[in-house]
């Protein structure tokens, strides 16, 4: 009785559901594309709902980009690369800067520093020579009223003996073989960085990589060592490193003083050798990837070789069998 | 509009217009046509080129998609996996052959669609936009690959936590501005499938049971617009 019951009840079900559309309804529904009106008016609302859900988000996040602390934003962004009163690194040292040029112009430059040099502007052309040709990279959320503030803190700290952004003091020991053989490590990734950053042959190659070279999302780093002149730059510059890419990920997992030794004594073993050539690796990577993608063609026909094939061909597979045996 | 602004609506704004346009229309739909969660397949009505396309795009597909959400949920895993040379090459050139098997797929999968009259005729423009999206996504993301390896390393370390400040509503979009424009392509781009996958046959995706993976092959018959 129960079951009959069921089925009964089942029955109803299948009917009222059809029942709400009609045969050319139907086939609009399994065609896939909404039709109705009311469906198109809902839509219509959804993305409307959406589009002011976006609107709202766009100004939440607009706000924390400009609410960063002047000094923590300089030592984030600047230190890299620049110190106040520590001597020159990659940049100049920032000390007095303001009454070597006008704050106009350095406001400008901070800006869009590209902009600037590849404007032909003299000034600019002199200090990307002296960095030896590596540009100042616009600083992140960079706008006019930021930029005024920066000038602040510079002509503050320019007036104090021992600015708070004097710079590290690098030891300035011969570096061993272990200094260099645990560089090479933590470039391959094989020694895991203490705070968890990532291995540099994710994005960058070198002379001495593995079978397949580096990752090329970022720069060669085989002149690096000569590129950010030396020892102290470039360990200043990997105390906070300065480009977009690899500020967020080591904002949160510097390194410590001690992979930065072993990286700068590898970096400096580098240093005479000649970049990899890329082109290489690319025509053995993407040789490797077809192979791999033939193979597994090959794999999903043999996988499925009882596949159905045609109502014809089977018939005249099987008579021909059949005339031969 | 600035860099700045133009930024913030690309990584901020439209994900959430797109993921919000998701899981709103997605339950819209299966709640008003439950019908149209469906695949729609074309396989009663070509079945010569039909594996050599739709099986290597779907395996292709899947497997990509697995090892993005992969990345995405396990970053750290990921990159304990890729810490010998030799396990990220091999994870590499893998992920490098399934994308290029999904752009085999893929555009036979086109190819198949617009030169066989009879599927043309139940091909909707929604299919084939949502191709021409698909196209320029897997094309972009094999061209990443050979440009920009290693993408599974970076994908872990600048684009997990970037979508993780989607998913926690603090958008963070500094790890993400100074990408190749191609990388922003396609970052950009699978948020617009998110947001159109709910008016497309993409929805058939989330039919559950989904036994697609490992039912033995079958001729599916299509329905046509006029039944009676």
Redesign the interface.
């Known amino acids: 009785m129960s079951a009959l019951a069921s089925i009964r009840c089942r029955r109803r079900s299948v009917v009222r559901t059809a029942g709400r559309y009609s045969p050319r309804q139907v086939g609009s529904l399994m065609k896939g594309s909404a039709t109705s009106r009311g469906v198109r008016r809902a839509c219509q609302r959804i993305i409307g709902l959406a589009g002011v859900g976006g609107c709202l988000a766009l100004c939440m996040a607009a706000i924390p980009a400009f609410g960063q602390d002047t000094p923590d934003y300089f030592r984030q962004n600047c230190t890299s690369c620049h110190t106040i009163g520590g001597g020159r690194l990659t940049g100049p040292d920032l000390k007095d800067v303001t009454k070597r040029q006008t704050r106009e112009w350095l406001a400008k430059y901070l800006l869009n520093p590209r902009a600037v040099i590849d404007s032909g502007d003299p000034y600019a052309k002199k200090l990307y020579e002296e960095a030896r040709n590596v540009p100042m990279p616009t600083p992140p959320a960079i706008n006019a009223e930021r930029a005024q503030k920066l000038l602040d803190l510079i002509e503050a700290e320019s007036l104090l003996e021992k600015s708070q952004f004097k710079g590290l003091q690098i030891s300035t020991a011969p570096f061993t073989d272990e200094d260099r053989a645990r560089g090479h490590e933590i470039y391959l990734g094989m020694r895991r960085l203490e705070k968890g950053g990532t291995a540099c042959i994710s994005c960058h190659s070198v002379s001495k990589s593995a079978a397949l070279g580096g990752g090329r999302l970022g720069p060669d780093l085989t002149n690096v060592f000569e590129r950010l002149k030396g020892r102290v730059a470039l360990s200043a510059w990997l105390v906070a490193p300065g480009t977009e890419t690899m500020q967020p990920i080591f904002r949160n997992h510097p390194l410590s003083p001690d992979e930065i030794q072993w990286l700068v004594a590898f970096f400096e073993s580098t240093a005479a050798e000649s970049p990899p050539d890329p082109s290489r690796n690319q025509v053995s990577f993407l040789l490797a990837g077809l192979a791999g993608a033939i193979t597994g063609v090959f794999f999903l026909d043999s996988l499925w070789k009882n596949r159905f094939h045609s109502v014809r061909r089977s018939l005249v597979d099987a008579n021909t069998a059949r005339g031969k045996s | 509009m600035s860099q700045?602004?133009l930024d913030?609506?690309l990584f901020?704004?439209?994900p959430?217009?797109?993921l919000?346009?998701f899981f709103?229309?997605t339950v819209?739909?299966y709640r008003?046509?439950s019908?149209?969660y469906?695949s729609?397949s074309s396989q009663f009505l070509e079945?010569?080129n039909h594996?050599?396309t739709v099986?290597?795009f779907h395996?292709?597909i899947l497997v990509i998609t697995a090892g993005h959400l992969i990345a995405f949920l396990m970053p750290?895993s990921l990159?304990a996996w890729?810490?010998?040379?030799?396990r990220?090459?091999v994870l590499?050139?893998?992920a490098?052959?399934?994308?290029?098997?999904t752009l085999?797929g893929l555009v036979g999968v086109i190819v198949r669609r617009a030169t066989s009259v009879k599927i043309r005729k139940?091909t909707?423009p929604?299919d084939w936009i949502l191709f021409g999206m698909l196209l320029v996504q897997t094309v972009s993301g094999v061209s990443q690959?050979?440009?920009?390896?290693?993408g599974s390393?970076?994908f872990?370390?600048?684009l997990s936590?970037y979508l993780w400040s989607i998913v926690k509503l603090t958008?963070?979009?500094?790890?993400v501005?100074?990408?190749?424009w191609l990388v922003k392509l396609h970052i950009v781009l699978a948020f617009l499938t998110i947001?159109f996958f709910p008016?497309?046959?993409l929805v058939h995706v989330l039919v559950i049971p989904n036994p697609y993976l490992w039912r033995k092959?079958?001729?599916v018959r299509w329905?046509?617009?006029?039944?009676?």
Not at chain 2, 171 to 175: E, H, L, W
């Open positions: 700045h602004f913030q609506f901020v704004a439209l959430y217009v797109c919000f346009t709103l229309m819209y739909r008003v046509q019908f149209s469906s729609l079945n010569k594996f050599w099986v290597p395996y292709g750290r990159l890729n810490s010998v040379p030799w990220l090459y590499e050139i893998a490098l052959a399934f994308g290029i098997l085999i139940v909707t929604t690959a050979l440009i920009y390896p290693w390393a970076w872990a370390t600048s936590p958008p963070d979009v500094s790890y501005v100074a990408m190749p947001g008016f497309t046959r092959p079958q001729v329905y046509s617009r006029h039944t009676k």
